[in-house]
């Protein structure tokens, strides 16, 4: 089982990134897959949550009419749309797959975890 995270990098505060996370050796369209990152010093928090079908979505506030979270089944593909980046958007994002997760901010309710991708917004 590998879930694959990339899309990261260098932006400048107000600027886009599109993150992926690409599975491979699970049933794809039976997990629900979550976003969570963390900044150094700081505890992993959950960000964003698409369900098996893509009909459901959950959002930290934080992040809310910023970041959109998609999915393609066909592709095995779950994305971040990160829009209006602030300063605070600093942190290693890892995405994660939960066959019960139903939305959980909990950590323990994943199944799989990705290998987190960088993402740095600059002043």
């Known amino acids: 089982v590998q879930l694959q995270a990339s899309g990261g990098g260098l932006v400048q505060a107000g600027g886009s990134l599109r993150l992926s996370c690409a599975a491979s050796?699970?049933?794809?369209?039976?997990?629900?897959i979550s976003w969570f990152r963390q900044a150094p010093g700081k505890e992993r928090e959950f960000v964003a949550y698409?369900?098996?079908?893509?009909?459901?979505?959950y959002y930290a506030d934080s992040v809310k009419g910023r970041f959109t979270i998609s999915r393609h089944n066909a592709n095995n593909t779950v994305y971040l749309q990160m829009n209006s980046l602030e300063l605070g958007d600093t942190a290693v994002y890892y995405c994660?797959?939960?066959?019960?997760?139903?939305?959980?901010?909990?950590?323990?309710?994943?199944?799989?975890w990705g290998q987190g991708t960088q993402v740095t917004v600059s002043s």
């Open positions: 698409i369900n098996r079908s893509g009909s459901g979505t």
């Open positions: 050796g699970i049933a794809f369209s039976t997990y629900g």
């Open positions: 994660a797959a939960g066959r019960s997760a139903y939305g959980s901010r909990n950590r323990a309710a994943y199944d799989y």
